[in-house]
Structure formats: structure tokens, C-alpha cells
């Protein structure tokens, strides 16, 4: 048996403990993620497992032959291979296997009888020649163009210079690497940052098929949702687990946030009540030691804190100026790049109010079509008009990165909004990552990923009714995204925006527009569909599985939503009920667990006291309790496990 444990680990940077603690199994089978605010030590534990950073106490026990494999956020560079050579590398732990192999074939070649070395040297033999077959060596060509292709690189890629890449791609190679490697345990941080929407798809599915432990830090919630079983949240340095995905974590963190509030809104009462007191007595004679009491009393304290990613913040913009019944029209919209034709014939008619998400493979033209509208590439054919009224705002990574500045984060957005919005900027900062002393940073020192967030703040500040959005979620955490998310919703203007988070694109969008790439034998494509995202998907599975193929017309030509059938219509009522029921049952599981976790804990907490180790009777009545509750936590988790699976099945 394979696998990774860490027992009592801590890391502390200075005088702030990261780590605390923290114990931790990952096993073949584990599909686990690591969840906390930005900054709580998520990417630290990650590299404590990996081996990558050494923690100041505690241990961390590898199992024999367990094979670790790490992906770390970003800064890996590759050079001076070919991209195949670079990916064919990642079997090269197999050649010292095929070299103790060939070793083991020459000692057997000289036993002139057979005993018991022998059959030793022979088993060892068998594992390790099982072991290289295992690992796909010996089909690694396939397996190599599989994995490349998946990612996204194409055949042409393959005999290119790993140093022509850019940094986004250059993270590609590094996942794949990994992934071929085909490790016991498999470390992920963030492994979708660089990832289109297509890509993430075949992450996906190669993760369920994977075998061994996967631990992986994202702020996909989708893709968080169908790849992981258990969640492991960091909060203050302590590390406590969640059973079910990343969704079901939320429901009972929800309810555990909101039991967290009233008690620290009751503390903050009594603190405050306690300040008071101190005030009014400290400098009085006859009450300073009662005064000194109360400031003891305050020091020993326990302060009850909120985690920040759990905090519920609502941020408000400019309300967008009033237009009219059209917002944007585009007719026969073309582009080319040199002789490759990347936009052909777009004709589109965009309604003030409505959420249109642009969708396609990569290289269909998406951020292309979003440069156009916003006005930043006047190199096309065709026409655009913006309707009567009509103000835009554009963000883009590109951008993004143009920010310079001497000045503070806060001078920076003091300088760019509306005077009623200045008291709050810090709660908008915050919302976006800039928090503590963040604010104070300046323009010119931030990050990419900071820049992005801080034009992308700039630009709601702005009192404008188009939004067009290329990949605005690229570098927020699911809070922040939530706090978009909620803000975007209650935008009154229109919206035009291309994302990868698909969580982000059903939610927001409610129209889809498709385009196809185009080639020199065929002219690109694009077709409207009258619904969110994910009706879009729906409607193309249909088309691919062959569905409906003569009845359906495109979406294009109908006017509103399919007629679906009545019999169809039933089955589909009926499908709802079967899964609201589902997910009712779900909930109590999840909730019973919890409780039983809850029961575990205290049962733990009861049998490390000395008054009950020292007994014998009490040590083995709450031993009885603990295995009880061990037992039936197992059982629910297992229940929990065949229910989400027929929920899946049902959702598909």
C-alpha cells in the first residue's frame, strides 16, 4: 500500500503559525482539496506533503515505493528540449527500473540451481518488469500525443523548443509532465489557472479515470465539485475535514459560519461591555484592581474570527445609465490573421439586459470578437453599432498588465471613483484580495494576477451599461468570485463576457453564442442559442450523440425555447422530483456526519484527559463510543458516495 502521511506538523514564518498540528493520510483513492482564504497555507501544506519545504516539527512518512508528483501554481520554465523530448522525459523513472531489471536477468543467468534467492530475484524481477508495463512506457508515444493533445497542444507543437512557449503554456507542459508520470499520490496547486475550457473538460475526465491519491487546491468550484469526495479546510493554521464535494463543504460551512457569528457577535457585545467597564473604573482608586481584573480577563480571552473566505460581503457599483431597447448590432463581422480566416459573416443583434457568453475551441476567435466590440482592433470587415445611450467598459488581461503607477492601490482607486463610492473602497478591495496592508502597495510592484484584479475593480467603478468581459475571473478565489457573481447579477446594463469557469458561465449568462473556427476550406462559424450555458451544452451533447438529428432546427431560427413534447415534459417533472428527493436525502447524510464527526471529536478530546486514560473502565467505554462513532461515519460516508454517484447519473 502506497501513500503519504503527515502526523503533528507545523510551519510557522516568523511569528505567524501557518501550520498547526496538522495531520493528514493520502492514499490511491483519496480525491481531496484544500480549502482557506488566500493566504492561509494552502500552497505551504502542499509543498510540506510534496517533500518540497521541510516543516518545523512533526513528521512526514512516505510509504515505500509511493511516488509523489507535485504541480506547483506557476514559475517553472522548461528549455533545450523539444516539447515530446520534454514530455517523454517524464518516464525516465522506469530506466533505473529496466536497469535493476537487466542487473536481476544477469545474477539469475549464474545460479546454477534454484532455491530460495532465487525465487526472490525472480519475484523481484516480476514486480519491476509489471511496474514499467504499468507506468504505459512501452506505449508512451500514444500516451504522450493523448496527454499533449488533451491539453491543448497540437501535433505541429510537438518538434518545437519548449522555450518558444509562454508562461501559460509552459505551466501546460508542467501539468502534463505530471500527469504522465503517473504518480501514487498526485499534488495539484491551481492546476486550471492556464487552462481553457476544453482543456479543463479533459482534465477532468482524465482525473476520474486516475487511480492513485490526488490532493489539488482550485477556484473552479465545478471542477471541484465532480473531482473530489472530501474537503479539507485551513483556517488559522488548524486543518479540519469535510466529507462530501466542494458544494456539500459549503452548505455545512454555511450553517457552522452562521452559529460562528452570533457567538462572536455576543463576544463583541461582551468586549465591548467589558471595555467600557475599564474605561469608567481604571483611573478610580477603590476600583483599579477590580479594573485590572477585567483587563486580565480580556488578555486570556479566546477571540472567536471569522474565516475571510466565508464572510459575506456585498459590494455595490454605479448604476449604469439608462439606454435603449438595443445595445449592440453586428453585421457581417470578419477577421483574418494573415491567410487564416478567424471571423466570418457574424451578424448578431444583442438586447439591452442580456448576459451573452461567446463560446468556442480554443483559437475560434472569442477574444477576437470581444477586442472588436470594445472598439481595441479596427483591423475587420462588416459593421458594428452600439445603440442609443450605450457606454462601454473592456477588461482584458492585456490590459491589465498595462497598469502603471507610483501611487498606492487606494490612491490608485481613490483617484478613479465616484466621490459616493470612496468611504467604500476598502470593503471593495477586500472583495477583490487586496487586504491588510495590500491597499498600501504600489501600482507599479503588483503582480499579474493583483493587476488584473485591480483593473478589473477599476473599471465597475465607472458608471457604464456594456460590460465586455474577457476571462474576468482568471485570478479570484471562489469568495471574490461569488462577490462578483452577486454584483454582475444585480447589473442592470448588458453584459458581453468570455470565460473557463463554467460554474461562472451557467450562473451569469443568459444567451450563448458559439463560434467555430474557420480554415482555408471552410468559412468560421457562429450560432446564437436561446439559453445559458448550459442549455448550450445540452443542446450540442444532443447534437453529438446523433439526437433529434432531422426534427431540430437552429437556435438561430427559433424564437424563443424548444416545445418540448408533453411526454418528454412528464419525464422530465419526474426526473426533478426523483432528484430533489436525492438531494433532501443527501443533505441529512451530510449533516449526520457532521454530527458524528462532532461526537468523534469530543469522544477524542474526552479520552486524551487523565482522569479517563487512567481508568480502565472509562477508557474503554468511551474507546466503545469512538469506534461506534468511527464505524457509523464510515457507513454514511459510503451511503453519501453510492447517492452522489446516482446524482451525477441523473444530472448527466
Known amino acids: 500500500m502506497t501513500g503519504v502521511q503527515l502526523s503533528r506538523t507545523s510551519v510557522a514564518f516568523g511569528d505567524r503559525d501557518i501550520l498547526k498540528n496538522?495531520?493528514?493520510?493520502?492514499?490511491?483513492?483519496?480525491?481531496?482539496?484544500?480549502?482557506?482564504?488566500?493566504?492561509?497555507?494552502?500552497?505551504?501544506?502542499?509543498?510540506?506533503?510534496?517533500?518540497?519545504?521541510?516543516?518545523?516539527?512533526?513528521?512526514?512518512?512516505?510509504?515505500?515505493?509511493?511516488?509523489v508528483s507535485w504541480l506547483p501554481q506557476s514559475g517553472i520554465v522548461h528549455l533545450g528540449k523539444s516539447l515530446y523530448a520534454e514530455a517523454e522525459s517524464s518516464f525516465n523513472h522506469n530506466l533505473s527500473l529496466l536497469a535493476r531489471a537487466e542487473e536481476i536477468g544477469g545474477l539469475l543467468e549464474k545460479h546454477q540451481k534454484k532455491d530460495s534467492s532465487t525465487d526472490a530475484l525472480l519475484e523481484e524481477h516480476r514486480l519491476l518488469l509489471e511496474q514499467v508495463e504499468n507506468s504505459g512506457y512501452y506505449r508512451r508515444e500514444a500516451v504522450i500525443s493523448m496527454v499533449l493533445g488533451g491539453l491543448g497542444f497540437s501535433m505541429e507543437d510537438f518538434e518545437r523548443e519548449t522555450g518558444e512557449f509562454s508562461g501559460g503554456w509552459q505551466m501546460r507542459i508542467a501539468l502534463a509532465k505530471v500527469l504522465l508520470e503517473k504518480p501514487d499520490i498526485l499534488l495539484l496547486d491551481e492546476p486550471t489557472n492556464y487552462l481553457d475550457i476544453e482543456a479543463r473538460n479533459w482534465l477532468e475526465n482524465w482525473l476520474g479515470n486516475f487511480t492513485g491519491g490526488l490532493l489539488l487546491v482550485s477556484h473552479d468550484r465545478y471542477f471541484l465539485d465532480i473531482t473530489v469526495n472530501e474537503v479539507y479546510e485551513l483556517f488559522q493554521g488548524n486543518l479540519k475535514r469535510y466529507a462530501g464535494n466542494y458544494s456539500a463543504y459549503e452548505k455545512t460551512r454555511k450553517a457552522e459560519v452562521e452559529s460562528l457569528i452570533k457567538r462572536?457577535?455576543?463576544?463583541?457585545?461582551?468586549?465591548?461591555?467589558?471595555?467600557?467597564?475599564?474605561?469608567?473604573?481604571?483611573?478610580?482608586?477603590?476600583?483599579?484592581?477590580?479594573?485590572?481584573?477585567?483587563?486580565?480577563?480580556?488578555?486570556?480571552?479566546?477571540?472567536?474570527?471569522?474565516p475571510e473566505n466565508l464572510k459575506k460581503i456585498s459590494i455595490t457599483f454605479p448604476p449604469p445609465p439608462h439606454s435603449g431597447k438595443i445595445a449592440l448590432t453586428l453585421e457581417g463581422i470578419g477577421k483574418n490573421y494573415g491567410a487564416r480566416p478567424v471571423l466570418s459573416g457574424i451578424d448578431l443583434l444583442v438586447e439591452s439586459?442580456?448576459?451573452?457568453?461567446?463560446?468556442?475551441?480554443?483559437?475560434a476567435g472569442k477574444t477576437t470578437l470581444l477586442r472588436i466590440i470594445a472598439g481595441e482592433d479596427n483591423d475587420y470587415s462588416g459593421s458594428i453599432k452600439l445603440g442609443a445611450g450605450i457606454s462601454a467598459g473592456y477588461f482584458s488581461q492585456d490590459n491589465a498588465e498595462a497598469l502603471q503607477g507610483s501611487e498606492q492601490v487606494l490612491e490608485f482607486l481613490e483617484a478613479e471613483a465616484p466621490i459616493a463610492l470612496v468611504p467604500k473602497l476598502r470593503d471593495m478591495l477586500g472583495a477583490f484580495l487586496f487586504r491588510g496592508d495590500d491597499v498600501y502597495k504600489s501600482v507599479s510592484v503588483l503582480s499579474g494576477g493583483?493587476?488584473?484584479?485591480?483593473?478589473?475593480?477599476?473599471?465597475?467603478?465607472?458608471?457604464?451599461?456594456l460590460l465586455i468581459l474577457d476571462e474576468p475571473t482568471n485570478h479570484l478565489d471562489i469568495h471574490s468570485k461569488d462577490i462578483f457573481l452577486d454584483t454582475l447579477s444585480k447589473f442592470r446594463g448588458t453584459i458581453i463576457f468570455v470565460s473557463h469557469d463554467r460554474s461562472f458561465m451557467e450562473a451569469l449568462s443568459t444567451k450563448t453564442l458559439e463560434l467555430t473556427a474557420g480554415s482555408h476550406a471552410a468559412p468560421s462559424r457562429a450560432r446564437l442559442f436561446y439559453g445559458n450555458y448550459a442549455y448550450y451544452l445540452d443542446r450540442v451533447n444532443r447534437e453529438t450523440a446523433g439526437a433529434n438529428q432531422k426534427t431540430e432546427t437552429p437556435d438561430s431560427a427559433v424564437p424563443g425555447p424548444l416545445k418540448l413534447s408533453a411526454e418528454k415534459r412528464l419525464l422530465d417533472k419526474q426526473k426533478q422530483t426523483q432528484m430533489r428527493r436525492l438531494e433532501r436525502r443527501e443533505e441529512e447524510i451530510l449533516k449526520a456526519i457532521e454530527e458524528l464527526e462532532s461526537v468523534k471529536a469530543l469522544a477524542e478530546a474526552e479520552l486524551s484527559r487523565p482522569e479517563v486514560y487512567a481508568n480502565g473502565e472509562k477508557a474503554k467505554a468511551v474507546k466503545i463510543k469512538l469506534d461506534e462513532c468511527t464505524a457509523a461515519i464510515e457507513s454514511k460516508s459510503r451511503e453519501w458516495e453510492e447517492l452522489a454517484k446516482e446524482l451525477e447519473n441523473m444530472r448527466q
Not at 493520502?26 to 482557506?36: F, Q
Not at 485590572?292 to 477571540?303: D, H, P, V
Not at 439586459?353 to 483559437?363: M, Y
Request: proline fraction near 2%; aromatic fraction near 4%.
Open 353 to 363: 439586459g442580456e448576459r451573452l457568453v461567446v463560446a468556442g475551441a480554443n483559437g
Open 22 to 67: 496538522i495531520s493528514l493520510n493520502l492514499s490511491p483513492g483519496s480525491r481531496a482539496c484544500l480549502a482557506g482564504a488566500n493566504g492561509s497555507g494552502k500552497s505551504t501544506l502542499i509543498k510540506v506533503i510534496a517533500g518540497a519545504i521541510a516543516a518545523d516539527c512533526g513528521d512526514r512518512a512516505v510509504r515505500k515505493g509511493t511516488r
Open 450 to 465: 493583483e493587476k488584473s484584479r485591480l483593473a478589473l475593480l477599476k473599471m465597475l467603478l465607472k458608471p457604464v451599461n
Open 264 to 306: 462572536y457577535e455576543e463576544q463583541q457585545a461582551e468586549i465591548e461591555k467589558t471595555e467600557a467597564l475599564i474605561r469608567r473604573f481604571r483611573y478610580k482608586a477603590s476600583k483599579a484592581a477590580f479594573a485590572q481584573e477585567l483587563i486580565k480577563r480580556l488578555e486570556k480571552m479566546e477571540r472567536i474570527e471569522i
